[in-house]
């Protein structure tokens, strides 16, 4: 590679990460803590959801618990994914009453855009009976773990934002338009 042309996409590189870098210190600032996706799907979640977080967290699988409506006192694990691949992170063990989940788009969706990087966007939102999940994946003979592969029906199913397809959790106008600036 031309020298010249090495030493320019270098600096361009490092300009733009340095730009990176000073919006993290803006985000950290927002959100009191280092940034990356689960802090900030705890942020946006807490911020949206009757969602109490929980400080210094001795269950390596809840976050929080729900403080009021049909699911007041459930615990939940709260994930963002930056695209929806399919497979969730579980601790075998320690599951809480919930899952949810803030999902980016489909991978076919950021193919289409000409997309290769992760934009963090929540294009829909999924609530999953955690042992209801769990009894599928072992019915299936699914590996219950990291990164275990769930059913697209069961996305579906779960879904809670753009579609209210779960009929345990109804979002109101006010959540539905919170989780639209992140689209």
């Known amino acids: ?7 320019e996409m270098l600096q361009t590189l490092a300009a733009l990460i340095h730009r990176r870098n000073e919006l993290e210190k803006e985000i950290s600032a927002v959100i009191q803590r280092p940034v990356t996706l689960n802090y900030l799907g705890e942020y946006i979640a807490t911020r949206i959801f009757p969602i109490r977080v929980i400080k210094n967290a ?3 699988a809840i976050d929080g618990y729900f403080y009021e409506g049909p699911l007041a006192s459930c615990s939940v694990n709260i994930k963002w994914y930056a695209m929806r691949e399919g497979t969730l992170d579980i601790t075998p063990g320690f599951l809480p009453d919930y899952y949810l989940i803030l999902a980016g788009p489909l991978p076919s969706a950021t193919a289409q855009l000409g997309l290769r990087s992760r934009p963090w966007l929540i294009a829909s939102a999924h609530l999953f009976d955690a042992c209801a999940l769990v009894d599928d994946l072992e019915e299936r003979g699914v590996r ?3 990164a275990s592969s769930v059913r697209r029906e069961l996305w579906d199913a779960a879904e809670i934002y753009p579609r209210p397809n779960n009929p345990l959790y109804l979002l109101n106008n006010e959540q539905r338009n919170l989780l639209e600036l992140f689209r």
């Open 1 to 7: 590679m031309d020298t010249q042309a090495n030493k």
């Open 58 to 60: 001795a269950h390596p």
């Open 144 to 146: 219950v773990g990291p």
